[in-house]
């Protein structure tokens, strides 16, 4: 079963998805989202009671000789 839900409650959710538009800074630019490459109804929230709890998707203990990223940035729009 999937859940519809109107398009701000998943602009305040989630962010901004494709053909939104967005107000850079205190600017009068807009700018629209072309692509957006989430895959609708795997978008991650973390944060207590959200869909990434902590210490899921994540370890305390792994270590940088391991491989593991030192960052991880997500929710973000790329402007070029």
């Known amino acids: 079963m999937s859940l519809n839900i109107r ?3 998943y602009a305040k959710m989630f962010g901004p998805t494709t053909g939104d538009r967005v107000r850079l800074g205190d600017t009068e630019l807009l700018i629209q ?9 795997d978008e991650a929230k973390f944060g ?6 902590d210490g899921m ?9 391991e491989g593991v990223l030192d ?3 997500t929710s973000v729009m790329i402007i070029d």
């Open 7 to 9: 398009k701000i409650k």
């Open 71 to 73: 960052l991880v940035i």
């Open 33 to 41: 989202i072309e692509k957006d490459f989430t895959v609708y109804g």
């Open 57 to 65: 998707a994540q370890s305390a203990t792994a270590t940088r000789k």
């Open 48 to 53: 207590g009671g959200k869909t990434v709890r």
